[in-house]
């Protein structure tokens, strides 16, 4: 099931400083919405870099302040919403390779 698409960019602030979700993907599993984000910091100590978030949404839309899990059935949604976040994408194959 596909997510709801999320207005991009959007901002985000961190303690260490702020900036834009600029890609994401996410899938709608079962009980929520698993998403991975790609973080652009444009103020602060981290201006200039980029994060990964691991994140999740409810399915009514609320970002979930909790450590996300990933079923074995929401593996294949989200690959397939990391085609459509490039740049992410890129960022993650790095995790695989030696």
Known sequence: MAAP???LPRPFTMPWGSGVVAEEA???GEWHQPCIQLLEYMDGDAVGTVSVRFCSYTHDGRFQRNPLMV???DIEGLREALQG???LRNLLRRLLEE
Do not use: F, L, T
């Open 85 to 87: 976040a490039p740049r």
């Open 5 to 7: 698409a999320r207005k």
């Open 26 to 28: 996410s899938y709608g």
């Open 71 to 73: 079923g074995e059935d």
